[in-house]
């Protein structure tokens, strides 16, 4: 079975742009949560969707929004860009909420 | 104050000892207490899961306990290997759905 796929890897945008990143779960997954990592503040939780619901929210700004298809693949946006957003993008699928989540390789975003 | 602390922030160890990372949590019930390995530039990978009743887990040369009078738990590894190097992240799910908390992490280097 493919595991979390992400795209695209890698991203290079410029401050005020916007982005949107792809993330399609394990086969089977209707959980999908997001996260951001960067090195100072280490993993920290963007979204959670579940059936096409966004269940919970992390304390980002509302330039960060997502959302989830019916075939529980999940995109994430942000808007005007800040040079803050630079960090590695995770995406994590599991079967239902609070089980053994599955992590992609991740996106990671560079913005200049 | 974080709810989910790690120590040590870092650890060195040599090739075939073992070690003993340590995870202390306020949440308290929690839903469950994972434990995950990241290697560099790469997602998460999960390596025990224990529900609030559980105290141990084991997955090869990993083990965790937990130990919830004190709020308190660890992952041992045994017989450590250079693979081991990664960074060991502690997450604890509280409940009723509500969104997970990680620990910052131990960056662990085995070396020959």
């Known amino acids: 079975k493919a595991g979390v796929t992400q795209t695209p890897r890698y991203l290079i945008k410029t401050r005020g742009q916007q982005v949107t990143l792809s993330c399609s779960p394990i086969?089977?997954?209707?959980?999908v949560s997001w996260y951001q990592q960067t090195p100072g503040q280490g993993l920290q939780f963007l979204f959670e969707y579940f059936s096409e619901t966004q269940r919970n929210k992390g304390n980002f700004p509302g330039r960060f929004s997502g959302r989830q298809f019916s075939n529980s693949r999940s995109e994430m946006n942000v808007s005007t860009l800040e040079l803050g957003d630079s960090a590695l993008y995770l995406c994590a699928s599991s079967l239902h909420r609070q089980e053994t989540q599955y992590f992609g390789p991740g996106t990671r975003l560079l913005v200049l | 104050k974080n709810q989910v602390e790690q120590s040590p922030q870092s650890l060195i160890i040599l090739e075939g000892k073992n070690c003993t990372l340590q995870c202390n949590y306020t949440v308290s019930p929690f839903s469950n207490l994972r434990w995950y390995k990241q290697d560099t530039g790469r997602g998460p990978v999960s390596l025990t899961i224990?529900?609030?009743?559980?105290n141990t887990k084991s997955n090869g040369r990993y083990t965790a306990t937990l130990d919830a009078d004190t709020k308190q738990s660890s992952l041992h590894i045994t017989a450590s290997q250079l693979s081991d190097s990664a960074s060991y992240i502690c997450v604890v799910s509280p409940p009723n759905y509500d969104k997970v908390i990680f620990g910052p992490g131990t960056s662990l280097s085995v070396i020959p």
């Open positions: 224990m529900t609030f009743s559980e």
């Open positions: 086969s089977g997954h209707r959980s």
